[in-house]
């Protein structure tokens, strides 16, 4: 049986080392960490160290840490044996031993608590592993623990065990975020857009405008690849299927009736609406609509760092029409203050 790991789409530097560091670490016989933000895919990279590990053929188990709590985590953990517990009536196999001979994957492993981190150091250490009820077993098992925390400062403020994170990181696999891999979102947003078109059963999807790719460039996507694809696939269903897509939908909660927040002193004083009025024009209303329209773009740039594609999307526009009105007005930032 050929089992083929995870596909990873992309073609930037930083994700191509990425990568490689998976490459060369997948074969060792040793724990890692696999730390990034929130959406950059360490499940998946966890399973490419599993398949390209020669336990490859072997389980690849995954338990979230912090979808359990601790008294249910440790009995998922490492199973328990009849009579425990109240409900107990039969003996339990953990995910530890169910994942004997291949790889356990711990996500958001920072959550697990001291109690849980000491029996899984014990794991890690010596192979040996205690079902709740006092049964010892022996297992063998590669641990790939994945967070977006920084576990040496936990470890440092007494948050997280110093000595299993002394284990855990023999190699730890730092994910960039989408942020820093620009290239990679034009192919990854083609890519999204044509799994959905297919779940929509449309014969064909006619691509994104130069104005929607921009605005998909410009975003800084906090939420990473999971974030670009939710924006993608809501997009591509809210779109004409015979156009091409020019509306990307970053905010599905935007909407005119959208309830207004209550206001704090930070967002008052962050407010436009917050600033002195503006001096009253002279000259015809076409010279008072114009040196309107000039303050608002010097305004938004100033906020915005000069970031013309920030800019654009703060004020609902494509890349292309923000620099023709900048231009218009004489606008377009010295050299030294372009991002």
């Known amino acids: 049986m050929t089992v083929t790991p995870p596909s990873l789409l992309g073609e930037s530097p930083a994700f191509l080392a990425t990568l490689t560091h998976v490459s060369r670490v997948a074969p060792l016989e040793r724990p890692v ?33 912090a979808a359990l709590p601790e008294s249910l985590l440790d009995s998922e953990l490492f199973g328990h044996e009849a009579g425990a517990f109240t409900g107990a009536t039969r003996r339990q196999i953990g995910r530890i031993e169910q994942a004997d001979g291949g790889t356990l994957f711990l996500d958001e492993i920072a959550t697990a608590s ?17 079902r709740v009820g006092g049964r010892t077993a022996t297992v063998d098992v590669r641990v790939v623990g994945a967070t977006n925390a920084d576990l040496p400062a936990l470890a440092a403020a007494g948050r997280f065990r110093a000595d299993l994170l002394d284990r ?30 297919r779940e929509l059963q449309r014969p064909l ?22 974030e670009l694809r939710n924006v993608v696939e809501r997009s591509v269903a809210a779109a004409d299927p015979d156009e091409p897509l020019d509306h990307i939908v970053l905010d599905p909660f935007e909407s005119p009736w959208r309830p207004a927040a209550a206001p704090t002193a930070r967002t008052e004083a962050a407010s436009p609406q917050a600033k002195a009025p503006a001096p009253a024009f002279d000259g015809g209303i076409l010279d008072q609509v114009r040196a309107f329209e000039a303050s608002i773009l010097r305004d938004a740039l ?38």
């Open 114 to 130: 001291p109690a849980v981190q000491e029996k899984l150091l014990r794991a890690v250490e010596y192979g040996e592993i205690e």
């Open 168 to 197: 855990l990181a023999f190699d730890v696999v730092t994910l960039p975020p989408l942020r820093a891999r620009p290239d990679d979102i034009p192919p990854l947003a083609e890519h999204f857009a044509h799994g959905m078109v």
């Open 33 to 65: 960490l696999v730390i990034g933000e929130r959406g950059t895919g360490k499940e998946l990279i966890a399973a490419r160290l599993h398949y390209l590990s020669q336990r490859w053929d072997r389980p690849f188990v995954k338990v979230n840490c």
């Open 205 to 226: 999807f006619p691509g994104f405008t130069d104005d929607a790719l921009d605005r998909l460039r410009g975003h800084d996507w906090p939420g990473n690849v999971r």
């Open 302 to 339: 100033e906020r915005n760092r000069f970031n013309q594609r920030q800019t654009a999307e703060a004020l609902g526009l494509g890349y292309h029409q923000l620099r023709g009105m900048l231009k218009k007005h004489g606008l377009i930032p010295p050299a030294h203050l372009r991002p």
